[in-house]
């Protein structure tokens, strides 16, 4: 502790199950690690209990808060990694923007970037430890609770997907706003995406001195691009993310810890994700795992993609499609997980099911290796 009673990344427990990062870094496993994004979420009641009537932001500003929400899947399933419980909006919100999260609408910007005059609302320099430190809080808090059980990822949003919610506003279908400004303001648009893409390369750094042990990109908005609007306005800042978070790990003396990108609907990058410096990329549920392993070529470690879905269908089912899933993909470099977020109506018994199903076949797949 120092001397504001805050928890200080140091002497953390040592790490016992080193499954999940031993995948990612393309090691040999004897087992397939497993998590679920979402898994800290409302299909949990012990979550919704924790939530009740308080606001979603706030709950994000307390790193205790935080912290339990982060342990409590990993009390019922043997989860191979923890995420920390957060949210991709905090980095709008160290920008400046205002973002409350509406109960049963989602996520709102009361005062959305409309013109590219906007842009001068938001901060042009942002001090990340003062306005995102409450994350690293969390991520340190957590750490130390959990004991060594399992590593915990830190994560963030992509730039083109935070900037598609500073334009629309909150959830859209079409994304007709944000794409609007890539095809009539261009030169503005990718101003935007240097900001944002500068603000996470400071903000990963941040968290992976405060903890974090490997960490995912959210590109969630990668399918409303084609593949030349998303070579010209994601590509690039996801891999100048990669690239500039390893080179100033290495200058700072911090562990290189190995990351993810998930771009959803994404399949149509899956040759260039796979040469971005990236170590894992994770696959949503559209695209057949065996095409996936062959188009990737052996360069990184896969990540997903059961449909979520999926998990409406009886137990035995649900081990049916969990044994293709792991036969499509193999048992090296691979980290199973669901191809999206678990939703807030699914039976916490049937993820348990999903989590027990890719721990007895990979089991089963290892031996016969
Ligand atoms: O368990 C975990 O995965 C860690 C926590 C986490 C949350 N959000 C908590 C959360 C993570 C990794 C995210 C990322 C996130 N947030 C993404 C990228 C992943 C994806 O889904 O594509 C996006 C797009 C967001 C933005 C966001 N936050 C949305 C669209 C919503 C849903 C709004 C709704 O009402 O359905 C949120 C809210 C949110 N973030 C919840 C949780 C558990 C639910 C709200 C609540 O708890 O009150």
Excluded at 95 to 105: A, T
Excluded at 116 to 134: F, H, I, M, N, Q
Excluded at 349 to 360: D, I, K, N, P, R
């Amino acid at each position: 502790m120092d001397k504001d009673n805050h928890i200080l990344p140091k002497d953390f427990p040592e790490l016992q199950n080193d499954c999940f990062l031993r995948a990612a870094r393309g090691e040999e496993t004897t087992c397939v690690p497993v998590w679920c994004m979402r898994q800290a979420g409302r299909y949990l009641p012990e979550f919704r209990e924790s939530r009740a009537g308080k606001d979603f932001f706030e709950t994000c500003r307390s790193p205790e808060a935080c912290c339990e929400l982060t342990l409590q899947p990993l009390r019922r399933f043997p989860f191979d990694a923890a995420i920390i419980f957060s949210d991709i909006l905090v980095v709008p919100q160290a920008l400046g923007m205002d973002v409350q999260m509406v109960p049963g609408k989602g996520p709102t910007f009361p005062e959305p970037l409309k013109e590219p005059e906007d842009l001068l609302r938001l901060r042009t320099t942002v001090d990340v430890s003062a306005e995102l430190g409450y994350v690293f809080k969390a991520i340190t808090l957590t750490r130390h609770k959990l004991e060594g059980k399992v590593p915990l990822i830190g994560f963030t949003g992509a730039p083109w997907t935070l900037m598609t919610y500073m334009i629309e506003g909150g959830g859209s279908n079409t994304m007709s706003k944000a794409k609007r400004w890539l095809y009539r303001h261009p030169e503005a648009s990718h101003r935007l995406l240097v900001q944002l893409t500068d603000v996470i390369v400071e903000y990963l750094l941040g968290q992976v001195a405060a903890g974090a042990q490997a960490l995912q990109v959210f590109e969630s908005h990668a399918g409303c691009l084609g593949p030349a609007q998303f070579n010209e306005f994601a590509l690039p800042y996801l891999r100048t993310i990669a690239r500039k978070v390893k080179e100033k790990l290495k200058e700072a003396g911090l562990d290189d810890v190995p990351m993810i990108v998930f771009a959803k609907d994404g399949h149509y990058a899956l040759e260039d994700l796979s040469q971005s410096q990236y170590e894992v990329v994770g696959l949503d549920w559209t695209i057949d795992p065996q095409a996936a392993r062959k188009r990737a070529g052996g360069r990184v470690s896969l990540q997903g993609n059961l449909d979520p879905c999926a998990l409406y269908a009886p137990k035995e089912k649900i081990g049916e499609m969990v044994k293709m899933m792991l036969e499509g993909f193999g048992t090296q470099r691979y980290i199973a997980n669901l191809g999206h977020g678990l939703y807030p109506d699914m039976d916490p018994e049937h993820v348990g099911a999903f989590v027990e199903a890719v721990h007895s076949h990979s089991r089963q797949l290892c031996q016969l290796k």
